[in-house]
């Protein structure tokens, strides 16, 4: 079963350490996969392409089964494997409407996040405008208010009571922002959050483990 599954994955994406948690929530481990490096352009390997042609990581397959983007390879891993592991999304109907909205809800944070990393990190100096970096950490800050008074309204979970797919999918996204320099103190909500969820097993199995070594070269979320 888990050993018909390959991944292809970079330490620290949110987008593959979303499938690896859903991976680990369905107790799917034993799949194969391999670690590749960003800053050495693996993503772009023939390697890579034969599975995503975007040249994007993660690249993921089941069987003759692909499924590149994070969201759908995890909502795949929940369908196809029901009864194994954790269920992700709940049966009740109030409930699975709220998993589902905050599970595709999601990616407009990391998008936002998003935003203002690649402005510090590729745009050069001579082209970079105050006005525009402004406005996309004025974008973050004000998605990740709105995150903020979620956990205010449900807790301790994203999306209620009991884990699920949304804080799979939330979860890489907010941890990155903190590491990236977002203040705790700032969301002091979604600070608990974190700290209550960084202990989970799946989590803690799939942590990047050079985050556990080495500082972040840069804090461009200081200011969200």
Not at 125 to 146: D, G, I, S, V
Request: net charge positive; glycine share 6%.
């Amino acid at each position: 079963m888990a050993k018909d599954m390959f991944l292809l994955w970079a330490s620290g994406s949110p987008p593959c350490w979303r499938i690896m948690i859903a991976l680990e929530e369905k107790n799917l481990q034993g799949y194969q996969h391999k670690l590749l490096s960003f800053d050495k352009g693996e993503h772009k390997s023939k390697e890579v392409l034969d599975i995503n042609p975007r040249g994007q990581l993660p690249a993921f397959r089941h069987g003759t089964n692909v499924i590149n983007e994070s969201g759908a390879a995890c909502m795949y891993l929940e369908n196809q494997f029901k009864s194994h592991g954790n269920q992700l999304i709940p049966s009740d109907q109030a409930e699975q409407a709220l998993v589902y909205q905050r599970t595709f809800e999601a990616f407009n944070a990391h998008q936002k996040m998003v935003d203002v990393v690649m402005y510090a990190f590729r745009v050069p100096a001579e082209e970079k405008h105050e006005a525009t970096e402004k406005r996309n950490k004025e974008a973050a800050t004000t998605e990740f208010q709105l995150w903020e008074g979620y956990l205010q309204k449900t807790g301790p979970y994203i999306a209620g009571k009991n884990f699920s797919m949304a804080d799979v999918v939330f979860f890489p996204t907010l941890a990155l922002a903190f590491r990236l320099g977002m203040r705790q103190t700032k969301y002091p909500k979604l600070g608990a959050y974190h700290g209550f969820l960084k202990d989970r097993p799946s989590i803690k199995a799939t942590w990047p483990t050079h985050w556990l070594q080495e500082p972040p070269l840069k804090d461009p979320l200081k200011d969200v």
